[in-house]
Every structure is written in C-alpha cells, then in structure tokens.
T-cell receptor, first 118, second 115 residues
Framework: GAGVSQSPSNKVTEKGKDVELRCDPI?????LYWYRQRLGQGLEFLIY????????KSGLPSDRFSAERTGESVSTLTIQRTQQEDSAVYLC????????????????FGQGTRLTVV | GENVEQHPSTLSVQEGDSAVIKCTYS??????FPWYKQELGKGPQLIID?????GEKKDQRIAVTLNKTAKHFSLHITETQPEDSAVYFC??????????????FGAGTRLAVHP
C-alpha cells in the first residue's frame, strides 16, 4: 500500500539558494510532522500540522524555515537562503490525529530527503 | 513541555544476549509511548508501543515496560540477532486522548549486535 512519500530523495544546493521539500502523507492521516536529522544525530522536531488547527511551529530553527500544508494532504517545507548547517535528512511523518477506538496512532515516516548545501 | 531522555546512547552486545534501553519523560500527562527502529538510510519504523493504562507489553523478542510513578519506560530485546543492529528511538505523546499527539523523541540509542 502507499506509504509516506517524500521528494526529492536527495538534493544538493548551493549556499544561499532556496529549496522546497515535499511530503505526501498517507491518505486519511490528518496529522503531519517534519523532523530534521543531522548525521548520526537524533530527530529534531520542526513543525506539526493537525487537521485545520494552527500548526505548531515551535521547532522551526529560524525564520528561513517555513512549511505549508494543503488541507489534509501535501506539505512543503521551504528553506530560504540555505546555509551549510542546514545539511541534514529531513523526515516527514503522518498519523491519525483523533484516533477512534481500535484505530492506530502510529506515525509512519517517509524515507526522508537528504539535503546537502555546498 | 514534554522532555524525553534516553540512555545509553550506544550499546554493544553479543548475539543472543539481551539489550535494554531506558527512557524517562517529564510530563506526567503523557499517555502514549512508542519505540521506533531506524535502519541505515531509512526512516524510523514503529516496533512496539504502550499506553499509560498498561504496565508491560510483549511482541515476540521485544517487550516494553512502563513505570508511571517513576515516569520511565524501557525497551527489552531478548536473544538479540545481528539484524537488530540499528538506532532505536523512544518517544512520548502528551495527552493522546486530547487529540494532540505530537511525538517527542529521545536522542536515540545505537545498538550493535556482534555475531
């Protein structure tokens, strides 16, 4: 079945350029997360979308980072004026927001986008 | 807000031995605790989870225990195999029943199982 899809899988960009990363969540999942994972490190929370509620942007590291979500589907993470410290794998995950009895609350992750800023 | 601490950061065991990874959380309202396994080059994948109304849960060679009073939970892997080698992340979700299920992750444990 279809899982969480992220594109591109790899992105190399020059310092100072803008990049846009895309996430297609599992159909029906109203919650969507973005995480950043630097090489050999843990999962750093960036932003959380839950249905039509205002997103939790508390993890965005600077105003160069922004994210949008179209309804309950595709999300894009945009990094403006990229810097070398932005190099990392960006992971997207989705889950149900309001699980009913018997419904899983499991968050499913995509394979990530590996961003390299040169 | 919720904070999750995970120990150890690295763990090396011989094949067949047991491995234990421990996590503590700060928000007593947290009520859902999943464990994720991340293999090289892949996204994390759920391996087992536990809710706050349960003290222990098993699934074949893996088990998770939860101590709500002490606010800690642990992952136990028995009869470890080389394919168990990966990075394991614990997580906590504050107030799942409220519908706000943002995952807060620990820093991860790199497990190496040696043949």
């Amino acid at each position: 079945g279809a899982g969480v899809s992220q594109s591109p899988s790899n992105k190399v960009t020059e310092k100072g350029k803008d990049v846009e990363l895309r996430c297609d969540p599992i159909s029906g999942h109203t919650a969507l997360y973005w995480y950043r994972q630097r090489l050999g490190q843990g999962l750093e929370f960036l932003i959380y979308f839950q249905g039509n509620s205002a997103p939790d942007k508390s993890g965005l590291p600077s105003d160069r980072f922004s994210a949008e979500r179209t309804g309950e589907s595709v999300s894009t993470l945009t990094i403006q004026r990229t810097q070398q410290e932005d190099s990392a794998v960006y992971l997207c995950a989705s889950s149900f927001s309001y699980p009913t009895v018997g419904e899983s609350v499991e968050a499913f992750f995509g394979q990530g986008t590996r961003l390299t800023v040169v | 807000g919720e904070n999750v601490e995970q120990h150890p950061s690295t763990l090396s065991v011989q094949e067949g031995d047991s491995a234990v990874i421990k996590c503590t959380y700060s928000d007593s309202a947290s009520n859902y605790f999943p464990w994720y396994k991340q293999e090289l080059g892949k996204g994390p994948q759920l391996i087992i989870d536990i809710r706050s109304n349960v003290g222990e849960k098993k699934d074949q060679r893996i088990a998770v225990t939860l101590n709500k009073t002490a606010k800690h939970f642990s992952l136990h892997i028995t009869e470890t195999q080389p394919e168990d080698s990966a990075v394991y992340f614990c997580a906590a979700v504050p107030s799942l029943s409220g519908g706000y299920n943002k995952l807060i992750f620990g820093a991860g444990t790199r497990l190496a199982v040696h043949p």
